[in-house]
DNA sequence: TTGTAAGCGTTATCAT
DNA sequence: ATGATAACGCTTACAA
């Protein structure tokens, strides 16, 4: 395998020369152009691929990230992934991807094996969900100054994070059911135990109270569960008929709860959205070829993604510069993407 | 950050000891019990992790392959990806993954980040589709004696690759339209350039010529675009039903145009599977939560995931052994999936 | 502007 | 059974 020394003897020139050269090293401004093309030449000529892993062994940073996911074939994962992937991309970093499977086990091996790895950072994707990280899983890495961010939900220091405004999200997905005439709306809340699930509802009742509407307790209920499901959504919204108690609208706390809802609906001979408009969250694949296509709350995942690396690259940067590193929030807004399942409940009176 | 150095001093050994005694190196055996647990309570106390860079640079190893997606979101993928993932992690490797986004440029990009980290091997995940790699694409690993894996499409040599029996499939689902009953069966072929639409159609007159079916080429018609859609499915059952050819059956190329179909088939007032029965390939994971759910085909794709990595592997050793790399070709026999879509046209009479 | 040389933390080779 | 030592290929002071 050809080295960096041998660039050097055949140009001519000193491997210094040729390190800085390929570095593009503040000092390369001083190097003729002439003797830059030259040795890039050897470099084509000779095929020689710099040897990061030396590279890394002396500099100190490996230009590699953990990137831990609890589930690679859960959409949510692979969206924010593709966003990830693309930052990462541009900013010369490379990822190791370990699949934590929502085990506390594999998530703490991961840990091990990217620390032998010398990572510069760890990215953790929407990892929290069930292993409900305590301060001390990541101490390993923080301890050795490896910064960390989490992306899709909130951490607690001194990870960084980004996530959704779940609040921002509700708001506007009640406001959007207002606007159309709404006034009696049934709710499902998400699980008791999910972090989103206080913020999402903070939303709902800050517009209700800045709109005067009355939010019934009867038209509220809430997922069981640890995570939702279109089962869940399916049974709840039964229950919610069973209460006698009339409504022209229903939130579910997320899209696959909203499925539920809706089978449950159609079943008992309620069309959506002509006898009851259905509102999602999260906008995932299947809400857009959904019948009828799902109106819901749109997360940019993707945008999430690139925006955690941004925020890694940047740690990264104050370690090197030896600075404090501080944990950084940043949250992304959310977009009302309207589809079929929602009308005005005039519309619905004169269809009925 | 503590070295092995640390380690053997603290524990009053060698490095050379200390090396041997947490590689498990053939040496360990001699070593007596007493001293490896003195180390190993060193390493913990020191909290020393093995700085697996600098062994990669003197072993000329870095336990690090490649992972090549077309694209990360597609549940295809991710899959294959989930399989791979497992596998990886039980031989100690850790996959670097980058995403081609069916772009050329990428690509050649993402083998050059791949070279300069010194991957051991490349595992390529359906990666053939549009790039339509042609064998020098590959060729600056190859020149390296890096090994290659295709995962998912067929490829050329010196690659090896891990796919499905394709011919193996259709025969079996055309055999399970044929023993319900069927005769008169309609087909949507796959798009000319894709490879597997040839394998596929020759399972099919395989078991027709067994059978002695006979093939009617009013009944077959073709996908024009360079992939499969929903939309391509829809449009070319209704160019089916316009050819006024009686048919019992319809066997689509995939799960996606089969959905297509069904929907052209309940708009011509034609109820599946009642009056059509309709079988797709695949098994993607809407086709179980479809309506009516699915029959079709299963690809086993995490298998063939984690059957690439154990090719990758035994390629790496044989590489190590300087013996001569050849490519190996691993097929995965596909599973018929019985759910809805299919019942026999006896019934079918008596229901309509 | 370019060169020299000392590490980075391991493993492999050779001794003992 | 254990140890000394020389690489591995690169970056980075420091020197010239």
């Keep these: 395998m050809v080295t960096i020394q041998d660039v050097a003897r055949e140009s ?17 401004r001083y190097i003729p152009a002439q003797t830059k093309n030259r040795v890039k030449e050897v470099v084509k000529k000779l095929g020689y691929h710099r040897n990061l892993i030396a590279s890394s062994l002396r500099s100190k940073r490996s230009r590699t990230f953990g990137v831990l996911v609890f589930d690679i074939t859960d959409p949510y994962c692979t969206e924010i992934l593709k966003g990830i992937e693309g930052a990462l991309y541009r900013y010369g970093y490379v990822p190791i991807l370990m699949d934590a499977q929502n085990d506390r086990g594999r998530f703490n091996r991961a840990v091990e094996t990217l620390l032998e790895r010398r990572i510069d950072g760890l990215i ?10 305590g301060p001390d899983s990541l101490k390993p890495l923080v ?9 899709g939900r909130r951490l607690a220091t001194p990870a960084s994070s980004v996530f959704t405004d779940y609040k921002a999200g509700t708001r506007c997905a009640l ?8 006034r009696e709306i049934a709710f499902i809340k998400g699980p008791k ?15 209700a109270k800045a709109a005067l509407l009355e939010l019934n307790p009867r038209l509220i209920v809430q997922i069981k569960g640890r995570n939702s499901s279109y089962q869940e959504g399916f049974e709840l919204t039964e229950e919610l008929l069973r ?13 696959i ?6 089978s449950a609906l159609s079943n008992a001979g309620l069309r959506v959205p002509q006898e009851c408009s259905v509102i999602g969250f999260d906008d995932i694949p299947e809400a857009a070829f959904y019948n009828p296509p799902l109106t819901t709350v749109s997360q940019a995942l993707a945008l999430q993604g ?13 370690v090197g510069q030896k600075k404090k590193l501080t944990a950084v929030y940043r949250t992304v807004a959310p977009k009302l993407v309207v589809r079929r399942t929602t009308m005005t409940p005039i519309q619905q009176h004169a269809l009925a």
Tied chains: 1, 2.
């Excluded at 001519?12 to 390369?28: C, F, M």
């Excluded at 709860?257 to 809706?262: K, L, Q, V």
């Excluded at 690139?306 to 104050?318: A, C, F, I, K, W």
Aim: aromatic fraction near 8%; proline fraction near 1%.
């Design 306 to 318: 690139s925006l955690s690396v941004e925020v890694l690259v940047q740690s990264v940067r104050s």
């Design 257 to 262: 709860t909203a499925f539920g809802a809706i």
């Design 175 to 182: 406001e959007h059911l207002y606007t159309l005439g709404h």
């Design 124 to 133: 953790a994707v929407a990892v929290a969900n069930f292993l409900n990280l």
């Design 12 to 28: 001519g020139v000193s491997v210094t020369t040729v390190s800085v050269i390929l570095n593009k090293a503040h000092q390369a």
């Design 243 to 255: 209460r006698q108690r009339h409504f022209t609208a229903l939130m579910a706390f997320d899209d």
């Design 193 to 207: 135990d999910l972090i989103d699930t206080e913020q999402r509802w903070n939303g709902i009742e800050e517009f």
């Design 143 to 151: 301890e050795r100054g490896i910064p960390v961010v989490s992306v």
